[in-house]
Nanobody, 121 residues
Framework: QVQLVESGGGLVQAGGSLNLSCAASGIIPSPNAMGWYRRAPGKTRELVAT???????NYVDSVKGRFTISRDNAKNMVFLQMNSLKPEDTAVYYC???????????????WGQGTQVTVSS
């Protein structure tokens, strides 16, 4: 069974940086799309960034130029480097991934447990 395990959240001052990591466990081919979403207090979950197995990326406008998504296909991991953090980036960040087992059966989309990012002003 595939699981997504996140790490790297925390408390940081405005202008600081954090790096989030997410690993997809299990003996699986490299996932297709992987990404990060976030849910701020009182708001719905929103897409932050996605990356395909080929490395194509997509970002929400509010993080362009500040956040960078990357992945390590050999380790089935996805990362989110967050720079120039703002108080409005405060949210629970969720890893998301989708893919198939070697048998061809789809195991996703799956969500990680979430990691809290708090940016103080």
């Amino acid at each position: 069974q595939v699981q997504l395990v996140e790490s790297g959240g925390g408390l940081v001052q405005a202008g600081g940086s954090l790096n989030l990591s997410c690993a997809a466990s299990g003996i699986i081919p490299s996932p297709n799309a992987m990404g990060w979403y976030r849910r701020a207090p009182g708001k719905t979950r929103e897409l932050v960034a996605t990356i395909t197995s080929g490395g194509s990326t997509n970002y929400v406008d509010s993080v362009k130029g500040r956040f960078t998504i990357s992945r390590d296909n050999a380790k089935n991991m996805v990362f989110l480097q967050m720079n120039s953090l703002k108080p409005e980036d405060t949210a629970v960040y969720y890893c998301n991934a989708d893919g198939r087992y070697y048998s061809g059966i789809r195991w996703g989309p799956l969500w990680g447990q979430g990691t809290q990012v708090t940016v103080s002003s």
